[in-house]
């Protein structure tokens, strides 16, 4: 391990993952057009529409746990790029539905099977995409995905650790 990293919080080695993995979708990505934001919301969009789904901006913005603000400053320049097109809906005219175009549902298939191959190489350490550790990783990332943010937040002191447990 690096000596930069050892005895690293996992709060600071989830950071660094996160930021180092962004860097590589958006280089991989850049061919395309797209960044590691856009990305995630076209493959959103993507598997939505598999599913029968026309997302509001705020739904999108909910399943990728990016900001409704975000989601709607990325949509906008997505539909400026032909990918997407945003829509009002009838029934709620305060809600913008999004949907890819043609050019948009290309584009994406090829990101999704650019990030695919960059995901199989970045997670090569754990056995691959299909890798038993790549499976249990994620099942420990999903349960921290899981914490609610709005849960109250009890300060630890030593005090409480000296503590005698009944």
Known sequence: MSSVIEGATPGFLV???SMKWRVAVDRALAPLGLTHAQYALVASLYGMHR???RPSQRQLADHTGLEA??????????ETAGLLERT????DPR?????LTEQGREVTGRAIEVVQGLMD????????L??????AFAR???????????????????????????
């Open 15 to 17: 950071w660094r993952l």
């Open 51 to 53: 599913d029968g789904l």
């Open 69 to 78: 603000l975000y989601v709607s400053k990325l949509a906008r320049a997505l």
């Open 88 to 91: 009002r809906d009838p029934r």
């Open 95 to 99: 809600a913008v539905r999004l949907a």
């Open 121 to 128: 190489q970045l997670l090569e350490p754990l056995g691959g």
């Open 130 to 135: 299909d890798g038993t550790r790549t499976r």
């Open 140 to 166: 420990e990332l999903t349960t921290l995905l899981d914490v609610p943010l709005d849960m109250p937040l009890v300060p630890s002191t030593a005090q409480d650790h000296d503590k005698e447990q009944p």
